[in-house]
């Protein structure tokens, strides 16, 4: 055997884990300043009502909102456009959707003129909604 190595004993060394303390009685609720309570009540129905943002969504509102005032205003262009196309491409479904009832109705097939007119024809109606709308 070697300086270095040490003689393995017979004895055997028996873990005790520490003794446990008395369960100490519950501390006393912590005191509450006067007026705070119905304070604590409006946060904690205002946290309920807000809805939580997903970590992820929480990162890209905080690149967004380190960027310069004119990227913002690109991005907002940006969210402006993919909502529009969101939009149209719903009602593309929607059109969709309604074709095989049409068809089995026998309604005639329109021309690719036919729905180009009454295209125009529906948004010339918004756009004078609108315009008397903004008149009110």
């Known amino acids: 055997m070697s300086e270095r190595e040490t003689p393995l004993s017979d004895e055997t060394i028996e873990y ?8 100490e009685a519950d501390p006393a609720p912590p005191r509450v300043p006067a007026g705070s309570f119905s304070d604590m009540i409006m ?9 939580v943002m997903p970590s992820d969504k929480q990162v890209l ?3 967004i909102q380190a960027l310069p005032p004119e990227r913002i205003a690109e991005i907002e262009d940006f969210v402006d456009f993919l909502a529009g196309k969101t939009r149209r491409l719903e009602a593309a479904d929607r059109l969709l959707a309604i074709a095989p009832a049409l068809e089995a109705a026998g309604a005639p097939r329109l021309t690719e003129e036919e729905i180009d007119a009454e295209v125009k024809a529906v948004r010339a109606a918004r ?3 609108s315009a008397g709308a903004d008149r009110s």
């Open 16 to 23: 005790a884990p520490p003794p446990t303390a008395a369960p």
């Open 61 to 63: 509102m905080e690149k």
């Open 127 to 129: 756009r004078s909604r």
């Open 43 to 51: 946060l904690c129905r205002l946290k309920e009502e807000l809805p």
